[in-house]
């Protein structure tokens, strides 16, 4: 009997390693899968990022454009004038004064635009932000669990090895 009793324990005991072997191996995989995550997400933001400062690289051109093709069909409309009558001396500089505005507006319109993206691109990375933190306590439990499992299962085995020494 008692023969019969030790082999019992030893299966149980051999039972146990194997069981916490698997629990390691699922604690491995699991952080893995974190790891992953987070690299995927981190590419993302990266991408977005990317993306809008393109975005603000093209509008700033096209912004030049704009005011290139507004300078010479001023030039030229100044040219008509001039050509046209001395007389218009007054208009010119109504042109002129107009053609200041113009740009000024521009300019303006160019820096709104300006920090319109950079609040965009605040707001995604406070984002991304949040939802790593959430990442990370999840993970945090996920440890915590596993190490109470692992407390558990070492106390069991501390039990059942008394048991064994006791009984023999």
Known sequence: MMMMRKMMMMMMLVVMMMMMMMMMMMMMMMMMMMMMMMMMMMMMVM????????????MMM??????????????????????????????????????????????????????MMMMMMMVVVMMVMMIMMMMMRMMMMMMMMMMMMM???????MMMMMMMMFSA
Do not use: A, D, F, T
């Open 47 to 58: 991408m977005v990022m990317m993306m809008m400062v393109m975005m603000m690289m093209m």
């Open 62 to 115: 096209m912004m030049m454009m704009m005011m290139m093709m507004m300078m010479m069909m001023m030039m030229m409309m100044m040219m008509m004038m001039m050509i046209m009558m001395m007389l218009m001396m007054m208009m010119m500089v109504v042109m002129m004064m107009m053609m200041m505005m113009m740009m000024m507006m521009m300019m303006m319109m160019m820096m709104m635009m300006m920090m």
């Open 151 to 157: 407390m558990m299962m070492m106390m069991m085995m």
